[in-house]
T-cell receptor, first 113, second 117 residues
Framework: SQKIEQNSEALNIQEGKTATLTCNYTNYSPAYLQWYRQDPGRGPVFLLLIRENEKEKRKERLKVTFDTTLKQSLFHITASQPADSATYLC????????????FGRGTSLIVHP | GAVVSQHPSWVICKSGTSVKIECRSL??????MFWYRQFPKQSLMLMATSNEGSKATYEQGVEKDKFLINHASLTLSTLTVTSAHPEDSSFYIC?????????????FGEGSRLTVL
């Protein structure tokens, strides 16, 4: 069955450092993969989308990579700030043409001042 | 970006009662909306796809008679939890893709926290 793995342990980093979050998926061949941010008690907010033919995508301090061979996406936040503290969700699009993404459990990022 | 509004943001009800949650797209039309449920520290689980003008499509294991979905217009979908029980307590979130853009990017509501006593 299709599976999305994100590190369930919180990632603690110091302000100013680069945060790197990992998303691994199995039994998937997603056409694209999305990353969302979710704050406690709120709905997710879209951050970035990367397509299978793109190796890397950037948006301000965010960078996403997509390795379809490794079946992995990495999400980087450079020059992290305490305001970046949140849970980050990985969402590969399912195979078969459906555009409804399936979400991973998310990784909590805590940026310490 | 597109805005999706959800109401109420939280609700407490007695066991056996029904609760209605509304999801509105404020600045775009949404022929399709999605309803998710999320338990603490768990992933978003898709419950059903709401289609304007037709019946909702439910995911496997979701009781359609318990979770009634109505997509009354291009900007409103409602989820009614009928005869709610404590195990229905959860965080319910709706979302919609931006109209005319089939990239999969979803715009989410603020979520509704349901507590059934």
């Amino acid at each position: 069955s299709q599976k999305i793995e994100q590190n369930s342990e919180a990632l603690n980093i110091q302000e100013g450092k680069t945060a790197t979050l990992t998303c691994n998926y199995t039994n998937y061949s997603p056409a694209y993969l999305q990353w969302y941010r979710q704050d406690p008690g709120r709905g997710p907010v879209f951050l970035l989308l990367i397509r299978e033919n793109e190796k890397e995508k950037r948006k301000e301090r965010l960078k996403v990579t997509f390795d379809t061979t490794l079946k992995q996406s990495l999400f980087h936040i450079t020059a992290s700030q305490p305001a970046d503290s949140a849970t980050y969700l990985c969402a590969p699009s399912p195979s078969g043409g459906s555009y409804i993404p399936t979400f991973g459990r998310g990784t909590s990022l805590i940026v310490h001042p | 970006g597109a805005v999706v509004s959800q109401h109420p943001s939280w609700v407490i009800c007695k066991s056996g009662t029904s609760v209605k949650i509304e999801c509105r797209s404020l600045d775009f039309q949404a022929t399709t909306m999605f309803w998710y449920r999320q338990f603490p520290k768990q992933s978003l689980m898709l419950m059903a796809t709401s289609n304007e003008g037709s019946k909702a499509t439910y995911e496997q294991g979701v009781e359609k008679d318990k979770f009634l979905i109505n997509h009354a217009s291009l900007t409103l979908s409602t989820l009614t939890v009928t005869s709610a029980h404590p195990e229905d307590s959860s965080f319910y979130i709706c979302s919609a893709p931006d109209s005319g853009v089939n990239t999969g990017e979803l715009f989410f509501g603020e979520g509704s926290r349901l507590t059934v006593l």
